[in-house]
């Protein structure tokens, strides 16, 4: 069992329903979804392209996905998160659009925005006791050849090389594309989340992701609304 703590709207969220439609799979109930007609992909090279994503769901990670630390259990984890966003207020990251960052395409925010690296970082900091260190070969798959110096000193001291001034937010829309079909990539993602793109975006929770066994799909555990709400939503 791993977990992560990601950003990702309500179920209900009209971003939630279609990117989740965009990628073919729900992460609050897991179910595989049909996925649009695309002009000039079929369907196999549409979920070609957004298999990694898929298999994460739509989500921004902020403390990215860790084995508990011995001695720890969920209850506590789960505990610990109703206590952190009870501290918490919610805000608006201020503009999103569809970028590029890389290779692939994700929504990330049309500026910097204070709050959010704030919140992403204490997330991160609040968090780690609860995180059992990465093996030698969690270290690996993260090519630390690839990264530079500070990013490898992030991976070690804290399981994710992107945290505090490396953090990028970021709701993954595809993986790898090729620099000839990006063009094409990003005309269909404008046309598919043009309601989204240049608008406001409300940070108003914290999810708790699971992923049951290495390599098995993540799903929504639990919606935790930011700024002291009573009950969590559990999907």
Same mark, same amino acid.
């Given at each position: ?6 950003? !990702? ?10 990117a ?25 090279? *549409?979920?070609?392209?957004? =298999? ?12 990215a ?8 259990? &969920?209850?506590? *984890? ?10 918490? $207020?919610?805000?608006?990251?201020? $503009? ?15 500026? %910097?925005?204070? /709050? ?27 090519k630390?050849? &690839?990264?530079?110096?500070? $990013? ?14 490396a ?8 993986g790898?594309v /090729? ?6 990539? &990003?005309s ?5 989340? =043009?309601?989204? %793109? ?5 940070i %108003?929770?914290? =999810? *708790?992701?699971? &992923? ?8 929504? %555990?639990?919606?935790?609304p930011?700024?002291?709400? =009573?009950?969590?939503? !559990?999907?």
């Open positions: 069992m791993r977990y992560a703590l990601y950003f !990702t709207p309500p179920a209900s969220d009209p971003l939630t329903l279609v989740q439609r965009w990628l073919g799979r729900n992460a609050f109930t897991g179910a595989r979804l049909e996925q649009p007609a695309v002009n000039g992909f079929d369907a196999e090279a *549409l979920s070609g392209l957004t =298999a990694d994503p898929r298999r994460y769901g739509f989500h921004a990670t902020l403390k996905p860790f084995s508990l630390a011995e001695g720890r259990s &969920e209850a506590e *984890l789960i505990a610990e998160i109703g206590r952190f966003v009870s501290e918490v $207020e919610p805000f608006d990251i201020p $503009e999103v659009v569809i970028g590029r960052l890389g290779s692939f395409f994700a929504v990330v925010p049309g500026d %910097h925005c204070d /709050p959010l690296q704030a919140f992403a970082g204490e997330v991160v900091r609040r968090f780690e006791r609860f995180r059992a260190p990465l093996s030698s070969a969690d270290i690996a798959r993260r630390p050849d &690839e990264l530079t110096a500070d $990013e490898r000193q992030n991976l070690v001291q804290w399981g994710y090389p992107y945290v505090f001034d953090f990028r937010f970021h709701m993954t829309l595809t790898r /090729p620099a000839e079909r990006r063009d094409a990539v &990003e269909v993602l404008l046309d598919q989340f =043009a309601e989204f %793109h240049g608008r406001p975006l409300p %108003h929770g914290l =999810a *708790l992701f699971r &992923e049951p066994s290495r390599g098995a799909d993540f799903t929504v %555990h639990s919606l935790f930011l700024g002291g709400a =009573a009950n969590r939503k !559990t999907a």
